[in-house]
C-alpha cells in the first residue's frame, strides 16, 4: 500500500491522482536547472492527461520522434494519440535553423491562433479538458529573437485559454539560463500568473546513486468549502527510471 503511494506522489502533488484533473483552468509552470531536468514532468502529464483529455504541444526543443520514444518506454502511443486527435503536435523547430525566418509579434498571434482553431474544433465535452503545453520557453525568446515582449504576449495569449475554455496550460523553463542577469520579466510574470509551479533542483547534500533530485510542487491556492488556504506545498525527492518515475519522502528510501 506504501509502494503503491510512494509511486502516485507526483500524481498527487499535480492533482491528478483518482482520475482528477484539477489543472483544469491553471497554470502550471515548470521550472528546471541544468544540473536537473523536469522535462519527465512534462512528460508525465501528457501521459496522464492523454489518458482521459486532449493535449496541444508546442515543440521547440525535440521532434515527434523525441517524445513518441520516451512515451512509449511509459506506455503511451503518440502516434496513436496523434492518428486519433487527441495529441495535436505543432512542430516549432523550424525555427531553431539559421536560414528560417523568426517569429514576429504577427507570428506568434498566427501560432496562437493554430492553437486556438484546435482547441475550437474539439468536442465541447472535450474543450475544457484540454491541455495546452510548451516544451520549453527559453527557445520561445530564441524563436523571438530576443524579444521578451513578443513572448510575454504569447504566453498571455495562451494563459486566457484557462480562462475563456477551461484548458490546462503548462510550460517548461529554465531557471539558470539567466543567472548571469537580474530576474527577467518573463520568469517574473510567469511564476506570478502561474496557479502550480513545479520546480526540479538538485539535492542541496549533492550527487546521489538513488536519487537524482527534488521536487517541490506550490499550489497557490486551493478551494476548500470553508474558503480557500493560501498555499499547498509538496516536497518529495526523485529517481528516473526507464519507463516510470521514482518519487519518495525524504528519508524513506534505503
Do not use: W
Amino acid at each position: 500500500m506504501e509502494q503503491h503511494r510512494d509511486s502516485n506522489l507526483l500524481d498527487e502533488a499535480l492533482g491528478l491522482h483518482n482520475n482528477n484533473n484539477s489543472l483544469c483552468g491553471r497554470f502550471v509552470l515548470v521550472e528546471d536547472c541544468v544540473d536537473t531536468s523536469a522535462a519527465f514532468v512534462l512528460h508525465h502529464i501528457i501521459k496522464r492527461s492523454l489518458s482521459s483529455h486532449p493535449v496541444v504541444f508546442l515543440a521547440f526543443s525535440h521532434p515527434f520522434s523525441h517524445y513518441d520514444r520516451i512515451l512509449r518506454k511509459l506506455g503511451c502511443n503518440l502516434a496513436a494519440q496523434r492518428d486519433n486527435n487527441r495529441f495535436f503536435f505543432i512542430d516549432m523547430l523550424m525555427l531553431q535553423c539559421p536560414d528560417e525566418g523568426k517569429l514576429n509579434h504577427d507570428g506568434f498571434a498566427a501560432v496562437f491562433e493554430k492553437i486556438e482553431r484546435v482547441v475550437k474544433a474539439l468536442h465541447q465535452d472535450n474543450m475544457k479538458f484540454a491541455s495546452i503545453m510548451i516544451d520549453d520557453i527559453s527557445f520561445l525568446e530564441v524563436a523571438a529573437n530576443g524579444s521578451s515582449n513578443d513572448v510575454l504576449d504569447f504566453l498571455h495569449y495562451c494563459h486566457t485559454l484557462t480562462s475563456e475554455y477551461g484548458c490546462a496550460f503548462i510550460a517548461l523553463d529554465h531557471k539558470d539560463i539567466y543567472l548571469n542577469e537580474e530576474r527577467p520579466a518573463i520568469i517574473l510574470e510567469m511564476e506570478y500568473l502561474a496557479d502550480v509551479l513545479v520546480k526540479a533542483e538538485p539535492l542541496a547534500t549533492g550527487l546521489a546513486k538513488d536519487v537524482h533530485g527534488q521536487l517541490m510542487v506550490l499550489h497557490k491556492e486551493t478551494q476548500h468549502q470553508h474558503g480557500s488556504s493560501p498555499f499547498k506545498i509538496h516536497n518529495f525527492h526523485f529517481k528516473i527510471k526507464e519507463n516510470s518515475i521514482e518519487c519518495f519522502y525524504p528519508g524513506t528510501k534505503i
